[in-house]
């Protein structure tokens, strides 16, 4: 059996995992798309200088540098504005599951999301069907209806749900969990 072969695959992916980073999501709410106008930047700089001539002279510069970056593109003003309106786009779509959710209003991690959704009332989609049914689920059950002989996988028919769930009082204690007997 040839070891040198399986070696050579570990070792590659030993290598390979040293570099490799992970992959994290993009968050479309706050990203800025790349929206930068400038960069202003400041460094320093010294340089020792040898001199190999007849008198071996040693030179010492320091130097203090500010370098600004213009970037060549869409003007600032422009691109700023862009950014603003993707995020208030956003917020237009997501501020209906917001408002419509009365326990993100009493949790305090979502403080500013309430507060920058309070008030914006988003057009319903009256696409829906009226008893909150996938259009899906609807030509699913037309198809048993009129098939009554297939069994798809133990399917039953699917009924819109009947109970509304709420949400409990804000002083609402849960009930403790029954102990396990061993």
């Known amino acids: 059996?040839?070891?040198?072969?399986?070696?050579?695959?570990?070792?590659?992916?030993?290598i390979l995992?040293?570099?490799v980073e992970p992959a994290y999501p993009r968050n479309e709410y706050l990203n800025e798309y790349g929206v930068r106008c400038g960069e202003m930047e400041i460094s320093t700089e010294r340089r020792d200088t040898d001199y190999n001539y007849s008198d071996s002279n040693t030179h010492?510069?320091?130097?203090?540098?500010?370098?600004?970056?213009?970037?060549?593109?869409?003007?600032?003003?422009?691109s700023k504005e862009n950014v603003?309106?993707?995020?208030?786009?956003?917020?237009?779509?997501?501020?209906?599951?917001?408002?419509?959710?009365?326990s993100l209003a009493l949790n305090e991690?979502?403080?500013?999301?309430?507060?920058?959704?309070?008030?914006?009332?988003?057009?319903?989609?009256?696409?829906r069907p009226s008893d909150s049914q996938s259009l899906w689920d609807d030509m699913k059950d037309d198809?048993?209806?009129?098939?009554?002989?297939?069994?798809?996988?133990?399917?039953?028919?699917?009924?819109?749900?009947?109970?509304?769930?709420?949400m409990p009082p804000k002083d609402y204690i849960l009930p403790l969990p029954k102990p396990k007997d061993d």
């Open 1 to 14: 059996m040839n070891y040198y072969f399986t070696g050579l695959i570990i070792l590659a992916l030993t």
């Open 84 to 102: 603003a309106i993707k995020q208030q786009l956003e917020l237009m779509k997501m501020c209906g599951r917001v408002n419509s959710n009365p």
């Open 143 to 166: 198809y048993k209806k009129e098939n009554p002989e297939l069994n798809l996988m133990g399917d039953k028919f699917i009924e819109p749900s009947k109970s509304k769930l709420k």
């Open 17 to 19: 995992a040293l570099f």
């Open 109 to 127: 991690n979502f403080a500013l999301l309430v507060s920058k959704c309070r008030g914006v009332t988003p057009a319903r989609d009256n696409t």
């Open 60 to 78: 010492e510069d320091q130097y203090l540098r500010f370098t600004y970056r213009k970037y060549i593109g869409t003007d600032c003003k422009t």
